[in-house]
């Protein structure tokens, strides 16, 4: 998931990431297993937290099917641009959820709260393309997902 994250790589799980909470309890993995439809998938500037981008408001969709066996297929179709995949791991622990894609050596990690059918994962730290020079800025990835 080249890394220009401007809608034609996937998004969601490419770049470097940190630990993004605490020690608080959060959904179990059961509850959160399933096929979620994305509401938002929102990058935000780290140095300017007002500049944001959700690329479901911006036309595009996405899927997430998180696994009970601790697999995840995560598909994205930005607005006019081709559908991409990504697979991987994932496991939970309390209220953070580490996402391990695919042929990578690095993982995301995600503040996660399910309310109802809504699951929300925030804070991830990854990089995003917001004034298309090619040069990625620093961001944080937020999801919000139906059920």
Partial sequence: MGVKRSG????????????????????????????????KVEYVSVSQPVQTVDLIAQ????????????????????NGEPTVVDNGDWELDGDIIT????GTNF???FDVAL?????SLSGADTEYDFDGDQQNEDAKLNLVLVR
């Fill in 8 to 39: 034609s790589s996937l998004l969601l799980f490419l770049g470097a990431a940190v630990a993004c909470g605490g020690d608080g309890v959060g959904p179990s993995p059961d509850e959160i297993a399933g096929t979620w439809t994305a509401t």
């Fill in 59 to 78: 036309g595009g969709t996405a899927t997430l099917v998180l696994n009970a066996a601790g697999t995840y297929t995560f598909t994205l179709t930005p």
């Fill in 99 to 102: 996402v391990m894609p695919n």
């Fill in 107 to 109: 993982e995301l990690q």
């Fill in 115 to 119: 309310s109802g059918n809504t699951l």
